[in-house]
């Protein structure tokens, strides 16, 4: 079992930086994929950023150049540095786990942290 806890969210204006955390605590292989995913209101859940534990990074369209995905393999924590917020980023932020290779890891979520980028 693996156990994720997320942490940094909060409210920011627009134009403004947040940095999420998200600390793996269990039974964690040494190869895995850890990344962030988003919610908004009445949207689905949308992929934000994944890196695996060799640091290759994927992002979404919608946060390159604005959002970095990064981790500390030692402590089991992958952050995501938030710049440049809009509105639309809006939504809570779910951290996720693939326990393994990608093929055949299991996948956990954390509870989420909220984000919210208003006046």
């Known amino acids: 079992q693996v156990q994720l806890v997320e942490s940094g969210g909060g409210l920011v204006q627009p134009g403004g930086s947040l940095r999420l955390s998200c600390a793996a605590s269990?039974?964690?292989?040494?190869?895995?994929?850890m990344g962030w995913y988003r919610q908004g209101p009445g949207k689905e859940r949308e992929l934000v950023a994944s890196?695996?534990?060799?640091?290759?990074?994927n992002y979404a369209d919608s946060v390159k150049g604005r959002f970095t995905i990064s981790r500390e393999n030692a402590k089991n924590t992958v952050y995501l540095q938030m710049n440049s917020l809009k509105p639309e980023d809006t939504a809570v932020y779910y951290c996720?786990?693939?326990?393994?290779?990608?093929?055949?890891?299991?996948?956990?979520w954390g509870k989420g942290t909220q984000v919210t980028v208003s006046l």
């Open positions: 890196i695996n534990t060799s640091g290759t990074t």
């Open positions: 269990g039974s964690i292989f040494s190869v895995n994929v």
């Open positions: 996720k786990q693939i326990n393994g290779p990608p093929q055949y890891g299991r996948t956990y």
